[in-house]
């Protein structure tokens, strides 16, 4: 699982920083990994206003995100996600394994490639609208 931000412009140019307005939202994507090499995985998107759950954790309260996550995954579920501060809250939860981006893709315990293959999808969906 993994979140991304839209809504942002393709250029920031001086207009864009005078007429911006902070209207983005996060994608959050879970992404179902095939048992045999026959099945295809199924994908859960939610549209949440933030992917930031670090700072509602800290008080207390539960991301729009993670509310989405724990309704729809089983208790014995073990989740791959990136290192963001986000997904720290799964550990209490799930089977958790990470992969640091700024480091590498992928490692022998975590991927988060579908995810990310899903976003990379998003983003030219919405250079070609802004285009148009």
């Avoid at 993670?66 to 995954?73: D, E, P, Q, S, V």
């Avoid at 939860?93 to 893709?105: A, G, K, L, P």
């Avoid at 988060?112 to 983003?123: I, L, P, Q, T, W």
């Amino acid at each position: 699982m993994s979140g991304l931000r839209t809504g942002r412009p393709i250029a920031r140019t001086a207009a864009w920083l005078e007429n911006r307005n902070d209207k983005r939202q996060c994608v959050v994507l879970i992404c179902e990994r095939p048992i045999t090499g026959t099945e295809t995985g199924r994908t859960l998107a939610t549209v949440v206003a933030s992917e930031d759950g670090a700072m509602l954790a800290d008080r207390g309260q539960t991301s729009a995100a993670m509310g989405f996550i724990k309704a729809r995954l089983d208790r014995g579920t073990t989740v791959h996600a990136d290192e963001a501060a986000t997904w720290n809250d799964l550990h209490a939860h799930f089977d958790t394994r990470r992969v640091n981006h700024s480091v590498e893709y992928a490692n022998a315990d975590a991927c988060v490639n579908h995810a990310e293959s899903g976003f990379s999808r998003m983003r030219r969906a919405e250079q070609a609208a802004m285009l148009v």
